[in-house]
């Protein structure tokens, strides 16, 4: 975590072969790019104002999920320099947590006649979100207890094999428990998936779901929440101490396994979050549902600068948008969205490696 | 230091344990092929050759994951047990392809309940053969219900990239357009995601007035369900017999309303009857929830079974005549062992929900069979099951009659339409 911007004079690098050659490079990139915006805005003008608009509200709204999956990569990475490969099932469970609430709720018939999941919408999002995020913090923090813990002192490439470990175990164990099947979330019905506020663009019906403007300002909420526990709290001014000297910070009388253990349970409460936001939201939950997103957040925190929290908020947003918009701008067929996402992914890392914010990197990093 | 060592005594006993488990038990291990699970006491006994014998059958279920690579090793591993006799797969049409040439070399006779690519049945396979109807005609049919019964012109297709549904979008669209329809947009998606706003918002910038996809339910009800939001209020969906099923109206609900769908899935009869009740009795679910081919799997698996009845012969005295002029020999089965009937599709990982759905199928169809019965040794000429398989004619099954064609199209029924009416799939008037 790069909290603390330390000011260091930038050095002025000598213009090398390979420096050349990347310049070049990035011109041609950029050129192509270009062309091809102008063909397809310009030239071809397919898409109107309307279909615009609706490409960026899907891209913000799982943008804001993508981005707070990858803060608890971004977390897990500044404080343990390891991928934490499992933390897309972390979000599978919190996404279950947040079903089987909602099933408990719908089942329970008021006086009335209405269920309480429809009686009480507030109450029952609050409570779906709140065993949502408590199912992937006890996931989180028993991951680390079992899975991780017992290999801190281990070379990091192990660590890396008993996270992809970890996350085929949960995925297979969720499998075996709740069946292979897709469940349908059962929102309340304040929140029916797919209706929202209309606004008419250029003569068309542009849906803002209610379901999509609750997810983001709520990834919104919960990332600032998350700004300011790591800047303005004692944990959080412990968790940058240990990211950047765990002996140090041993030293300095910070517990540093109870440091750990709150960044897994803290990275699982965001995950679960999410993971109930994308329940509520797309409306299908299976074993698998945390794989894709896992990959997609990972790639979203190298983008902002892994180690980096704002950059994973950051990386999380241009992602979303760069997969919604990004097909349509290039006039590609969407199916290639992935294609577009990992390409950014290979670019940014060979022009920037750092990640569009940066990663303020220690000795014991490198 | 004292809870250091208790770790290490622990971690020594079950490293011992690890090693032990199976030496400790080697007995269930060894005989596993010829455990007499459903033959008769006296059948063990190695010598009784002169006692009935009763000769069992048993599936089989792998999983492929749906992947080329996975299918190749399942079909592998298969056909290196001799009394493996017959498939009754693959699942998906990618890995079928990919297992074909390992069967036709081994002499297994296929009967898939649901790969669907029509070019599966083209490369002149003698092994391969499917009670699935075909895209090609269910690709006609929907292009001509579309615009000739529902008076369309402007059409959308869509696919989630695979063998089975580009090609049906494809067929779909190739139909339409020498019908003289337009076809507005040809998309592809992502299979497996929950978020298909952005691409159907770019299909509605080309205003089509019908949306017809080629894929499964998982998409399906995504797409249904977010295609009024995206800008496609009133787009009539147009789906297949992928999208077919209880599962689709469950998870699209009142958006599902007036969508169509092809499938095989039988009228009611006693027999449909009887297998839904055991199929929901056992597996606690209803045939059709978890994927659409639960019946075309029983009957697949039935059909093999009787085809392997009829080219059996029970022998006492060594090896009978047929054996000696088969091009593939003979499976030779013991008294006290099965006769294995395979069944491979996706068991675990995305599309897990198909390949648990038919081998279960499947299973209540093998459970169910009859024995074989007689006195000695079991043979099945493998040459002669493959012509029987590819020559079996008027076959009934509970999805409808299995009469199959020289190249190996064995569903004589056809694709109905259904379309959703009042929250029930409803036969669509043509």
């Not at chain 1, 999380?316 to 996402?341: N, T």
């Not at chain 2, 498939?87 to 009967?111: C, D």
């Not at chain 2, 063998?163 to 992502?190: H, K, P, S, W």
């Not at chain 2, 080629?214 to 496609?232: D, K, P, R």
């Amino acid at each position: 975590m790069s909290m603390t911007k330390s000011s260091v004079q930038p050095i002025q690098k000598p213009w090398t072969s390979g420096r050349v050659i990347r310049l070049v490079l990035a011109i041609i990139v950029i050129a192509l790019l270009l062309w091809r915006l102008y063909t397809v805005l310009v030239v071809q003008a397919d898409y109107g104002p309307e279909t615009w608009v609706r490409f960026s509200i899907s891209g913000l709204i799982i943008g804001g999920m993508y981005a707070l999956i990858a803060i608890g990569y971004t977390l897990v990475y500044g404080i343990l320099f390891m991928i934490n490969f499992a933390h897309g099932e972390v979000m599978m469970i919190g996404a279950f947590g947040g079903y089987f609430i909602f099933e408990l709720l719908s089942s329970i018939v008021l006086s009335n006649g209405q269920t309480f999941n429809d009686a009480n919408p507030a109450l029952s999002i609050i409570l779906a979100f709140a065993a949502g995020g408590t199912a992937s913090a006890v996931a989180g923090y028993f991951l680390e207890r079992i899975a991780y813990r017992p290999l801190r002192k281990a070379p990091r490439l192990i660590l890396l094999i008993t996270a992809i470990g970890a996350s085929t175990f949960l995925q297979n164990a969720a499998m075996l428990l709740f069946g292979p099947q897709r469940r349908d979330y059962t929102n309340p019905e304040a929140l029916t998936r797919g209706s929202g506020w209309t606004v008419v663009i250029n003569n068309s019906n542009v849906t803002l779901t209610y379901t999509g403007v609750m997810s983001f300002v709520l990834s919104i909420i919960l990332m600032a929440a998350l700004y300011y526990i790591v800047q303005r709290t004692k944990l959080g001014r412990a968790m940058r101490a240990v990211s950047q000297d765990k002996n140090s910070a041993a030293l300095m009388g910070i517990d540093v396994d109870d440091v750990i253990s709150k960044t897994f349970i803290i990275s699982g409460l965001l995950a679960g979050a999410a993971g109930v936001m994308w329940g509520i939201h797309n409306g299908l939950v299976n074993h698998y549902t945390g794989f894709l997103p896992g990959i997609k957040a990972f790639t979203a925190a190298v983008l902002g600068g892994i180690g980096n929290i704002p950059g994973a908020m950051v990386g999380g947003m241009v992602l979303g948008i760069v997969e919604s918009v990004g097909p349509a701008a290039l006039g590609l067929d969407f199916q290639l969205k992935d294609v577009i996402a990992f390409t950014i992914l290979i670019l940014m890392l060979l022009f920037r490696p750092s990640g569009l914010l940066g990663e303020a990197l220690t000795e014991e990093k490198l | 230091m004292t809870k250091k060592y208790a770790f290490y005594v622990l971690l020594i006993v079950a490293v011992m344990l690890a090693a032990c488990g199976p030496a400790a038990t080697p007995a269930p291990e060894e005989p596993m092929p010829e455990a007499p699970t459903q033959a008769p006491p006296e059948a063990t006994e190695a010598p009784a050759m002169e006692e009935k014998a009763s000769f069992a059958f048993e599936l089989v279920a792998e999983d492929d994951g749906a992947s080329p690579e996975g299918a190749a090793a399942v079909a592998n591993k298969l056909v290196a047990d001799p009394t493996f006799v017959a498939m009754g797969g693959h699942a998906f049409s990618g890995a079928t392809a990919a297992a074909i040439p390992i069967y036709e070399a081994a002499g297994i006779p296929m009967l898939s309940p649901s790969a669907t690519n029509p070019d599966l049945t083209k490369s002149g396979s003698a092994v391969f053969n499917r009670n699935a109807f075909t895209d090609v005609e269910q690709a006609k049919a929907a292009a001509e219900f579309i615009f000739n019964n529902l008076g369309f012109t402007k059409l959308a297709a869509m696919h989630d990239g695979g063998d089975y549904g580009q090609g049906l979008a494809q067929l779909v669209a190739d139909n339409f357009t020498a019908m003289g329809g337009e076809v507005v947009a040809f998309e592809a998606i992502t299979p497996g995601e929950t978020d298909y706003t952005a691409v159907l918002s770019a299909v509605a910038a080309k205003s089509p007035e019908v949306l017809y996809f080629g894929g499964y339910n998982a998409e399906g009800a995504v797409i249904t369900n977010q295609m009024a939001q995206s800008g496609l209020e009133g787009v009539v969906f147009f789906g297949c017999d992928g999208t077919f099923g209880a599962d689709f109206l469950e998870k699209t609900g009142a958006n599902g309303e007036g969508a169509y769908a092809t499938t095989l899935v039988p009228a009611s009869s006693p027999e449909k009857d009887a297998f839904d009740a055991a199929y929901t009795e056992r597996f606690g679910v209803a045939p059709g929830v978890l994927s659409p081919y639960s019946w075309n799997a029983f009957d697949a698996g039935n059909a093999l079974m009787t085809a392997v009845t009829q080219v059996a012969v029970v022998s006492a005295d060594g090896e009978p005549e047929a054996c000696a002029s088969d091009a593939f020999g003979c499976a030779v089965i013991e008294p006290g062992q099965t006769i294995k009937v395979g069944y491979s599709g996706p068991i675990t990982g995305d599309y897990a929900a198909f390949g648990q759905d038919m081998s279960q199928a499947m299973m209540i169809a093998v459970d169910a069979f009859p024995p074989i019965e007689g006195e000695g040794t079991l043979y099945i000429p493998r040459g002669a099951l493959v012509t029987a398989v590819r020559t079996m004619s008027d076959f009934q099954g509970i999805a409808g009659t299995i009469t199959c064609q020289e190249n190996g199209e064995c569903n004589a029924s056809g694709p109905v339409l259904y379309v959703i009416q009042d929250g029930v799939w409803t036969p669509a008037a043509r």
